[in-house]
Each structure stands twice: as structure tokens, then as C-alpha cells.
């Protein structure tokens, strides 16, 4: 049962364009999601994150969005740089139910962004 | 700083053997928490360790243990390796319990042969 899901395997975007990256979830009792970016043969490096309190988080290019009711959020990069390409995971954390630390993760959109 | 520290990078094993993995945690960071990357299925969490005792578990079977010891340092265990089990292992810690302030490590690439 995949609680968190990002249907999109795979996303090209042109340099200097904005990237959006998708995230749905099934549990409602999730309130704290996070989003990682991984390099080949690196671990995830933390992004951004949001709280269920809020609808938006940005930093620098960066951006998340959360619809609660819709249980979908959005990371958007914007402009979009080489550096960017890489495998974005979304993950999500249930606070309430003494479980905050663990994590759990999509599967995944590669952005490879083109000149 | 050092970053997590996880030991050794590859490793190729037979079905049936069992295998020990390594994780130094960041200076300072009590929190160990481990997780499983294969194709198609992301991260799936295995198990947090805290203070030498583990805190949260993953729904993995019995074959997938671990322990932390009181440097912070952990280590995983996988006894009786099956096919399933090829996947990156990846290490995070974090400074204290419910600390949204993971740090990963690169991993150890587990072949099952």
C-alpha cells in the first residue's frame, strides 16, 4: 500500500523554465512532508518542508505547496538549473502518532533539466 | 563536519549468508534511523534507534535487525539473504528524536548473488 505516491517517474524541463513535481498521499494523518533530492550514488539530500498548518513554504527557488483537502502537494523550482537533474522524493511524517521520525517516502520523479 | 559515514559501500553476498552493515552518525547526532531503497518502491524505513534503543520499526521481517551502541554508531543486521534483499541500504541521522534535521549517508549497495 503506497501511502505516498509520485506518479511522475520522470520529468524534463528546459533551463530558466519552472519544474513541478508532484506528491499525493492516502493518510490523513500525515502533517509534516519533506522533500529530498538525490544525486546518483549520494543519499538524499534534504530540500524543504512544510507543515499541515500551512499551504506554503518557499526558500530561495524553491517552493512547496500543500492542499490538504486535495492531499497533494507540489515542489516548484524556479528557474530550473542544470544542477537541478536529479531523483526528487517526497516524504511524509505523522507527528500524532509518536512516529515523526519515521519517514515515509514516493517513489521518486528523475527532473533532468536541458539546456 | 563529517557527514554519516556508512561501511562498506558494496558488498556482494550469497542467498543464505548473512550480512552486518555500519553507520557512524554525524558528531552530536543520537538519532539512527535506517532505510531500504529498491527500483519501484522508494524508501522504506526499517527501523530508528535512539539512545540504544529502538524506537520505530518498518514492516520487514524478523531477518532485518540492528542496534545502536553508545558512541550513536549503528549497525544492521540481515540474516538468511534472499534475492529481495539487492537494494541500497541508506543510513540518516538526526540530532535528537522527532528532529526533521536528517542527514543521510551514501549508502551501502547490497548484490544478492
Known amino acids: 500500500d503506497q501511502q505516498v505516491k509520485q506518479n511522475s517517474p520522470s520529468l524534463s524541463v528546459q533551463e530558466g523554465r519552472i519544474s513541478i513535481l508532484n506528491c499525493d498521499y492516502t493518510?490523513?494523518?500525515?502533517?509534516?512532508f519533506l522533500w529530498y533530492k538525490k544525486y546518483p550514488a549520494e543519499g538524499p539530500t534534504f530540500l524543504i518542508s512544510?507543515?499541515?498548518?500551512?499551504d506554503k513554504n518557499e526558500d530561495g527557488r524553491f517552493t512547496v505547496f500543500l492542499n490538504k483537502s486535495a492531499k497533494h502537494l507540489s515542489l516548484h523550482i524556479v528557474p530550473s538549473q542544470p544542477g537541478d537533474s536529479a531523483v526528487y522524493f517526497c516524504?511524509?511524517?505523522?507527528?500524532?502518532?509518536?512516529?515523526?521520525?519515521?519517514?515515509?517516502f514516493g517513489t521518486g520523479t528523475r527532473l533532468q533539466v536541458t539546456l | 563536519k563529517a557527514g554519516v559515514t556508512q561501511t562498506p559501500r558494496y558488498l556482494i553476498k550469497t542467498r543464505g549468508q548473512q550480512v552486518t552493515l555500519s553507520c557512524s552518525p554525524i558528531?552530536?547526532?543520537?538519532?539512527v534511523s535506517w532505510y531500504q531503497q529498491t527500483p519501484g518502491q522508494g524508501l522504506q524505513f526499517l527501523f530508528e534507534?535512539?539512545?540504544?534503543?529502538?524506537?520505530n520499526k518498518g514492516n520487514f521481517p524478523g531477518r532485518f535487525s540492528g542496534r545502536q551502541f553508545s558512541n550513536s554508531r549503528s549497525e544492521m543486521n540481515v540474516s538468511t539473504l534472499e534475492l529481495g534483499d539487492s537494494a541500497l541500504y541508506l543510513c540518516?541521522?538526526?540530532?535528537?528524536?522527532?528532529?526533521?534535521?536528517?542527514?543521510f549517508g551514501s549508502g551501502t549497495r547490497l548484490t544478492v548473488v
Open positions: 534507534y535512539f539512545s540504544e534503543t529502538q524506537r
Open positions: 493518510n490523513s494523518m500525515f502533517d509534516y
Open positions: 512544510i507543515s499541515s498548518i500551512k
Open positions: 558528531s552530536g547526532h543520537r538519532s
Open positions: 516524504a511524509a511524517s505523522a507527528t500524532y502518532t509518536g512516529t515523526a521520525s519515521k519517514l515515509t
Open positions: 540518516a541521522s538526526s540530532p535528537a528524536r522527532d528532529n526533521y534535521g536528517y542527514t
